[in-house]
T-cell receptor, first 111, second 115 residues
Framework: RKEVEQDPGPFNVPEGATVAFNCTYS??????FFWYRQDCRKEPKLLMS???SGNEDGRFTAQLNRASQYISLLIRDSKLSDSATYLC????????????FGQGTTLQVKP | DTAVSQTPKYLVTQMGNDKSIKCEQN?????MYWYKQDSKKFLKIMFS???????INETVPNRFSPKSPDKAHLNLHINSLELGDSAVYFC??????????????FGPGTRLTVL
């Protein structure tokens, strides 16, 4: 079983749609959680950290369910510029450093 | 100003050759990393250094040797290149090891093709 699993997609949605991505992780001792964004042929960039109580950043909402070992990302009012691959990332150590990346979910927002 | 830079951006070489990739960060970070992203897009950590000290060394062939001359630089040397080494190699840095929410900043990647 992969340490971090995501549906690779692609998710094709129209502008303005709401889309949700899910991710599961296998290590129950995982310490911290993130969503990174990677544009085609570019480097990954941090989109947002995911906190236990859930958190929101503009149109983006992240949720964490430790009991189910499940992380989600909700994007509201999708923009063309949201088209990218979204990487679910887990830090399995008690200190920063060893990030485990999911394969990524590809989102294509169409006009 | 580029925060994390890598050279070269593209590297095409023959099997059996030895090559190096250089990485520099100007963020004042203590920790640097090397990642490999294969053709299936999985991004996997290879090494991390904190203040020039090796911290993480994943199951990577001995042909790969990182070197950190100072905390702003982490180079990757690869001996006897094989076809399976073809991938995109990303360098990254973070403020330090403490703090589980320390963001990692990635360089633009080096696309290595072994023929």
């Amino acid at each position: 079983r992969k340490e971090v699993e995501q549906d690779p997609g692609p998710f094709n949605v129209p502008e303005g749609a709401t889309v949700a991505f899910n991710c599961t992780y296998s290590n129950s001792a995982s310490q911290s959680f993130f969503w990174y964004r990677q544009d085609c042929r570019k480097e990954p960039k941090l989109l947002m950290s995911v906190y236990s109580s859930g958190n929101e950043d503009g149109r983006f909402t992240a949720q964490l369910n430790r009991a189910s070992q499940y992380i989600s990302l909700l994007i509201r009012d999708s923009k063309l510029s949201d088209s990218a691959t979204y990487l679910c990332v887990v830090n399995i150590t008690w200190r920063a450093g060893k990030l485990i990346f999911g394969q990524g979910t590809t989102l294509q927002v169409k006009p | 100003d580029t925060a994390v830079s890598q050279t070269p951006k593209y590297l095409v070489t023959q099997m059996g050759n030895d090559k190096s990739i250089k990485c520099e960060q100007n963020l004042g970070h203590d920790t640097m990393y090397w990642y490999k992203q294969d053709s299936k897009k999985f991004l996997k950590i290879m090494f991390s250094y904190n203040n020039k000290e090796l911290i993480i060394n994943e199951t990577v062939p001995n042909r790969f040797s990182p070197k950190s001359p100072d905390k702003a630089h982490l180079n990757l040397h690869i001996n006897s290149l094989e076809l399976g080494d073809s991938a995109v190699y990303f360098c990254a840095s973070s403020q330090g090891l403490q703090g589980v929410y320390n963001e990692q900043f990635f360089g633009p990647g080096t696309r290595l093709t072994v023929l």
